[in-house]
């Protein structure tokens, strides 16, 4: 039995950037510095925005380049165990002298 070689090219396992950030990362950027310009008439507040918002897609990309995938999947499945969910539980509160007289 022979075995076949498919080739597989470096390009299909690529993350597609855009300046070196995740293209929906880098266009979420530009999409809050022009809401940013749009809402309060500036420039330099737009410009600084999309630049605080491209340093950390720059950022979370070259960690992790998959962690969009990830945050966006994460809500589709149940958590197996979430240190900050607390379930409710009902507390009684026994007084010592009932306590004792029971006994």
Known sequence: MTSKVNPVY???????????????????????GSATFTCFSSLLGAILMFLALYLCARHATRNDHQILRILMNSSRFR???DPLKRELYRLEHVRRDQAFADR
Not at 13 to 24: A, D, F, Q, S, Y
């Open 10 to 32: 470096k390009s299909i396992n690529k993350p597609l950037t855009v300046w070196g950030v995740e293209r929906r990362l880098f266009f979420l950027a530009m999409i809050m």
């Open 79 to 81: 958590p197996q165990y």
